[in-house]
């Protein structure tokens, strides 16, 4: 099949790469010519593609990055992999979805497979996608991804896929598409179901994040481990899924899907009494963190040096988007520690560079990838560990 990928970030790679390993002819759009000439050169920005992979389906002519909209005319599927971030207000802002459609829609000639892949709220695919293309009869399908970047066990491969169609043959070419390089397929009866499925599965994980990270400050005032007390609770093999704390949540996916099922629980006057608590637990725990390094570090930190060891949002990623570590640096300098970070992954952020961790007064671990450094982690003077990965140590 010829197929275009639009948007070349975390998901959009990862299902051009999984298409055309499996044979099709697949053009990696992106509005990013940074990004299309470094993929040409065989060059990955994104964990869990390797620059051996690009480098094959580039020389087996199956994959090819490009800005061109003449590129998406004559395709068989089109796939739109685009940002879905909150506004100001946090409010669903779907300009990227939008200028996706229109440029379908003032492209696309001959009738195509048109899937969205991007996560929305449910009525995405039909109101926002489909109703705004109207000069040529497309098929459409959802099939919001679920990757989890830098996971080993679960791939685009042997991820369970679900899809939702406007139309039985919709549902039908989208299976046929990815059975080509998915194991397992599962069709919903509509794209809002499908839709649904995806930012309710992102609420469950945020609501309970939430939760532990709650029950961790409860536990720790009492003086028991709450980590202590969530494995002892997940020996209980049925009813009970272990979640554990943590400074916070990041990434593009916890900390804004959920707001999208808040957006459309509001529109239809149903209260979601859920969602925003639960993000606000999650926001506040970068300043309960820093409270307790405080606490912990004889109740000053100011004129301390400290090194926040982790920056990226979670464990084995280099993606740094809405990480927790950026309001733990700067509630640290606000209390007047001096204060640098290191993150064996990420080389810069926020322009600042990665330093040593060696010879600080003060160590905090937020997130923990392979390879860190952990001897030289343990020998700064005070180390608060967000991980639950130095037995001994405080944290959380
Ligand atoms: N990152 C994840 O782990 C993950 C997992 C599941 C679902 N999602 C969802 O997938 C969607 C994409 O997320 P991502 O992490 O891949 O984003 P990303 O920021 O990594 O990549 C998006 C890419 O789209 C490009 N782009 C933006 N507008 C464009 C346009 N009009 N035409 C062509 N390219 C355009 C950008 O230049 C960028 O390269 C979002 O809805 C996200 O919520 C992300």
Redesign the pocket.
Known sequence: MRVVV?????????IAVGAADAGHSVTG????EN?VSQLNAGISH?EGISNAQIDKVISRGTFVAG?DSSLLDGSDVIVI????PLDDARNPDLS?IH??TD?IARNVKSPALIIN????YPGTLRTEIASRITAVDHFYASS??????GNDQWSIKNTPRLIGGLTPTAVAKAREFYATFCDTIIEVSSPEVAEAA?IFENTFRQVNIALVNEFAQIADAIGISGREVIDAAATKPFGFMEFNPGPGVG???IP??PSYLAHVANQVGVPATFIKPANEVNVAMPAYVVGRVVAGADASIKGKTVVVVGVAYKSNVA?T?ETPAAAVIDLLRQRGATVTWHDNLVGSWRGESSGAIKGSDIAVLVTKHDGLDLAALKSCGYVFDCTGTIAGADGI
Do not use: F, M, W
């Open positions: 639009i948007g070349q970030g975390y998901v959009g790679l990862t759009y992106d509005v990013n990004l994104i800005s992999a685009v940002p879905t990227y200028a996706a440029l892949e991007s996560t929305s919001p991804e679920r990757v989890d970047p995806k990434g593009h996916c804004v899907d993606d988007r």
